[in-house]
């Protein structure tokens, strides 16, 4: 009956995952049980980042060709939208689980995962026990510092929205600007701007990143003029940081060279333009349903450890676009 998805009512919560996971551990299966487990939620903070619905787009993608359906599951970073989400995860309709980002709890989708296949795409340096399809964010700090540097920039800043443990890409973005930086010595130096972004505003301002850029640039303009290169957390927020910089009177990269990351497609029209680092999102998106999928059909079982995990690295790489240049001379 469980298998069914008939009166489940009749059923504890604790019967119904004993069930399923007895079906996986043995790799048992109906036609009906693989009916009512086609179903993958996706776990994502929003949708209207550029980002976001690239690597959603990447996992729909290979959802079909999966013969899998998708949900999408908005949690505006609030950890009781991630805890609800986890709660939607145990309906027997839905096979597997794929966060889209670095869960905020990690102990409570380790709890989930022992009973339905979770998979997170995140950071590489984060280690939160799971399946994840990683990216080397630290990496691509290096990468863009190098660059400025290598440009002859000394006085460089970094615009970011919240940044906390909860939000590791960023720290890890961040500590590669930081680390490149100080191994190069020689008078070089980098601030940084931040911006707490509420649940609440995260929710009901659709362009809060481009917002939070254009205001961290003219807030870095007056209180360190010294900066000739501004790196924003993403490309959304380096959007905002180039509008900033022009309202106040200056030009790019003239004035200020901006550098991104994850060069979402945007970045590359005229009139933007905009360096960045490329993450290889839709790839990504593929890998994370492809892996998930794998676990779904029991696959990862028979040839692993209990207690391991899987992970698959993209590299990043960085995209020399006309928004970066020479540091101004004057």
Known sequence: MILAGKSLSRFSDETIDAVYTACRELGYQ????????????????SVINPYFATIIQGMEMEAREQNLETVIF????????????????????????????IPQQPELVRELNET???????????????????????????????????????KIAYLSTSLNSEHSARVRRYDGLKAEIARFDHGASLSLFTAEVPTLTELHTVDIEHRTGRSLARQCIEQNPEVTAMV?????????????IKESGFSIPSHYSVCGFDNIPPSS????DLTSVEHYIVQGGKSALRL???????????????GAVVRVEYQTRLIIRSSSAAPRTE
Not at 269 to 272: I, L
Request: with cysteine.
């Open 232 to 244: 924003a957390i993403n490309d959304m927020v380096a959007y905002g940081v180039i509008d900033g």
């Open 292 to 306: 998930l999928s794998d676990k779904m059909e029991g696959k990862q079982s028979r040839v692993l450890e209990s």
């Open 74 to 101: 908005t949690t505006y970073w609030d950890q009781e939208k991630e805890r609800s989400a986890c709660e939607l995860a145990k309906d027997p309709m839905v096979g597997g689980v794929i966060f889209a980002m």
């Open 30 to 45: 109906t036609k009906t049980a693989k009916r009512n487990r086609s179903i993958v939620l996706i776990v994502c903070p």
């Open 116 to 154: 339905v296949p979770v998979v997170a795409v995140g950071d590489k340096q984060n280690d939160v026990g799971l399946d994840t399809v990683d990216v080397n964010n630290f990496n691509a700090g290096v990468l863009v510092a190098r660059h400025l540097l290598e440009l002859g920039h000394r």
């Open 269 to 272: 029209f005229s009139g933007v």
